[in-house]
């Protein structure tokens, strides 16, 4: 008799998600969660159902540039997936950016939003992509205040009719590098017609977009992140052709292949200052923020997405007699990977909480501090942990998980651009020492977790506490002593920042452990507490500089 392996499948994505669940439960209001729930229950479907069938069917159609017509012309038209088509259409119609500028739910619009593209991103090839883009658009051009681009361009970012949907860039990253984008050489010129940009930009991620928002020095301006500008561009004139842009490749990427990311040289751009001729980077924090919150989501939903796979999968592999799911050693290997995503979630979902509470400025001054901090946390913590999980999960299905046309190696692969993407986690390292710099963010961290520590009243989870409480006190003598050398404090910036995300993750489940606990949803999230404890949060080490420059130097 012949066998065959049977395939992971996927059922309802909001009905299988009980972490999702009790969080929405302890989260919302009951009737906001009711109201909500049929919406959420057909997107759970569309999720794990169609939208990932089709997604396994449009596995090898990627990208194509064509940069030539017939007759000779340049026409640098990218044409993207089918997938990509519909998922175009699916978040113009589901409100997967505007939910949040509607605002019917005041400061819990951006939990809605998330929920959604939580329910329906896996299965969409990293749509995700130009979404996060347009938001942070939005929300910049908004905060901002210039009245003029946001009339014409939030009502086309913020639309439900696909025929009207904007997606926007975000056009930082040059040859000179990545992160210090003060190096920017992109030059913007007076013309009769306006502002013009002239120069290459690297990497541009939403490269089909109708408009983007770049960085470009106006002539005469000093070096450095000062003296640039943020500037607002139309990507096609009202005859339809590029605006001074030509799109020279796409990249060859690990990961993210559906998303066409591009090359581009800006040759005579034609572009709008979005507020004043300075400060360009200083005007792109609101962005920062908007777009670091989707990576910290990302990763939380590619985990989610990995492990329902590895799990459904556990359950039909039979080996040695027994399915893998009655083996204690893979129960053993996913328990502790369940553990992280957990974590993962709830510190992602705060991120989320505290940018709707700004936006909608109901935020007391201590969630203003501990934003500055938890954002880049989220994204720092969560990426790094999606990068292990899937990697994991992917592992867990043996040679199928190293074969494309399962679909599994793009969880991995996809994967890895989320520790990478708006700042690596050494970057935001060095973000998390700043936003500590300015004063009374770490203090509210510290606060914020100890109360949430506080609600543990079950004696399982003391353990928990312990650590947690053991590990921020450890962090914060190591930066009482860290402060005497500064090489010191930037040499331990990774392995404390990671301390203080892994710290408050635990902090955030051991609240809600005691939550479902006291309200009837069982020992699953204590479990998921103490694993996550003794899978370890505390980072913290001496560290020796000359010996970390003897091994790589």
């Given at each position: 008799?012949?066998?065959?392996?049977?395939?992971?499948?996927?059922?309802?994505?909001?009905?299988?998600?009980?972490?999702?669940?009790?969080?929405?439960?302890?989260?919302?209001?009951?009737?906001?969660?009711?109201?909500?729930?049929?919406?959420?229950?057909?997107?759970?479907?569309?999720?794990?159902?169609?939208?990932?069938?089709?997604?396994?069917?449009?596995?090898?159609?990627?990208?194509?540039?064509?940069?030539?017509?017939?007759?000779?012309?340049?026409?640098?038209?990218?044409?993207?997936?089918?997938?990509?088509?519909?998922?175009?259409?699916?978040?113009?119609?589901?409100?997967?950016?505007?939910?949040?500028?509607?605002?019917?739910?005041?400061?819990?619009?951006?939990?809605?939003?998330?929920?959604?593209?939580?329910?329906?991103?896996?299965?969409?090839?990293?749509?995700?992509?130009?979404?996060?883009?347009?938001?942070?658009?939005?929300?910049?051009?908004?905060?901002?205040?210039?009245?003029?681009?946001?009339?014409?361009?939030?009502?086309?970012?913020?639309?439900?009719?696909?025929?009207?949907?904007?997606?926007?860039?975000?056009?930082?990253?040059?040859?000179?590098?990545?992160?210090?984008?003060?190096?920017?050489?992109?030059?913007?010129?007076?013309?009769?017609?306006?502002?013009?940009?002239?120069?290459?930009?690297?990497?541009?991620?939403?490269?089909?977009?109708?408009?983007?928002?770049?960085?470009?020095?106006?002539?005469?301006?000093?070096?450095?992140?000062?003296?640039?500008?943020?500037?607002?561009?139309?990507?096609?004139?009202?005859?339809?052709?590029?605006?001074?842009?030509?799109?020279?490749?796409?990249?060859?990427?690990?990961?993210?292949?559906?998303?066409?990311?591009?090359?581009?040289?800006?040759?005579?751009?034609?572009?709008?200052?979005?507020?004043?001729?300075?400060?360009?980077?200083?005007?792109?924090?609101?962005?920062?923020?908007?777009?670091?919150?989707?990576?910290?989501?990302?990763?939380?939903?590619?985990?989610?997405?990995?492990?329902?796979?590895?799990?459904?999968?556990?359950?039909?592999?039979?080996?040695?007699?027994?399915?893998?799911?009655?083996?204690?050693?893979?129960?053993?290997?996913?328990?502790?990977?369940?553990?992280?995503?957990?974590?993962?979630?709830?510190?992602?979902?705060?991120?989320?909480?505290l940018l709707g509470k700004m936006e909608a400025r109901t935020a007391t001054e201590e969630e203003l501090l501990l934003q500055r901090l938890v954002t880049p946390l989220a994204k720092l913590t969560t990426g790094r942990q999606v990068v292990h999980v899937t990697s994991e999960a992917v592992e867990s299905f043996g040679?199928?998980?190293?074969?494309?046309?399962?679909?599994?190696?793009?969880?991995?692969?996809?994967?890895?651009?989320?520790?990478?993407?708006?700042?690596?986690?050494?970057?935001?390292?060095?973000?998390?020492?700043?936003?500590?710099?300015?004063?009374?963010?770490?203090?509210?961290?510290?606060?914020?977790?100890?109360?949430?520590?506080?609600?543990?009243?079950?004696?399982?989870?003391?353990p928990c506490v312990a650590a947690a409480q053991e590990s921020l006190e450890k962090a914060r003598a190591w930066v009482m002593k860290a402060m005497e050398n500064p090489a010191g404090v930037e040499a331990g910036a990774r392995r404390f920042s990671l301390t203080l995300g892994r710290t408050y993750e635990l902090a955030?489940?051991?609240?809600?452990?005691?939550?479902?606990?006291?309200?009837?949803?069982?020992?699953?999230?204590?479990?998921?507490?103490?694993?996550?404890?003794?899978?370890?949060?505390?980072?913290?080490?001496?560290?020796?500089?000359?010996?970390?420059?003897?091994?790589?130097?």
């Open positions: 008799m012949s066998f065959f392996q049977d395939p992971p499948r996927l059922g309802n994505q909001y009905d299988d998600d009980a972490l999702l669940r009790s969080y929405l439960e302890r989260a919302l209001p009951g009737d906001l969660r009711t109201g909500l729930e049929d919406e959420l229950r057909e997107l759970g479907e569309l999720g794990g159902g169609p939208l990932y069938q089709f997604q396994l069917r449009d596995r090898t159609n990627e990208p194509e540039l064509t940069q030539w017509d017939a007759w000779g012309h340049r026409v640098d038209h990218i044409e993207v997936s089918p997938l990509w088509k519909e998922a175009e259409t699916l978040a113009a119609k589901r409100g997967l950016v505007a939910v949040a500028y509607e605002q019917k739910n005041g400061d819990r619009s951006r939990i809605h939003q998330f929920v959604l593209n939580y329910l329906v991103q896996p299965s969409l090839d990293v749509y995700s992509c130009p979404l996060a883009m347009t938001d942070g658009a939005a929300r910049t051009l908004l905060s901002l205040g210039n009245p003029e681009l946001t009339q014409r361009a939030l009502p086309h970012l913020t639309s439900r009719d696909p025929k009207t949907f904007w997606t926007s860039g975000q056009w930082m990253t040059e040859r000179t590098g990545g992160s210090d984008v003060g190096l920017t050489q992109t030059v913007a010129r007076q013309s009769p017609e306006g502002w013009r940009l002239y120069g290459t930009k690297w990497f541009t991620s939403a490269t089909t977009a109708q408009m983007a928002l770049t960085l470009g020095r106006p002539e005469g301006n000093g070096p450095g992140g000062k003296g640039l500008a943020i500037f607002y561009v139309e990507t096609r004139g009202a005859d339809g052709r590029l605006n001074g842009i030509q799109i020279n490749r796409l990249k060859d990427k690990l990961g993210t292949r559906k998303v066409p990311t591009a090359e581009l040289t800006l040759d005579g751009t034609l572009a709008v200052p979005v507020a004043g001729l300075t400060d360009g980077i200083r005007n792109m924090a609101w962005m920062l923020n908007v777009t670091r919150t989707w990576n910290a989501m990302g990763a939380a939903w590619s985990m989610r997405r990995a492990l329902a796979l590895a799990r459904d999968y556990a359950k039909r592999r039979v080996q040695f007699g027994a399915p893998l799911a009655e083996k204690p050693l893979h129960v053993d290997t996913l328990a502790g990977l369940e553990a992280e995503f957990h974590g993962g979630f709830l510190l992602a979902f705060r991120a989320v909480e040679g199928a998980g190293y074969v494309e046309d399962t679909g599994l190696p793009r969880l991995l692969a996809d994967a890895q651009v989320l520790s990478i993407w708006e700042g690596t986690t050494n970057v935001l390292s060095l973000d998390t020492l700043r936003a500590m710099a300015k004063g009374g963010a770490l203090e509210a961290l510290y606060t914020d977790a100890e109360r949430r520590l506080g609600a543990a009243k079950d004696a399982g989870l003391r955030l489940l051991v609240e809600h452990a005691q939550w479902c606990l006291d309200h009837g949803h069982g020992p699953r999230a204590m479990a998921a507490a103490r694993r996550l404890m003794r899978n370890g949060v505390e980072l913290i080490a001496d560290m020796d500089l000359d010996d970390a420059r003897l091994l790589v130097g």
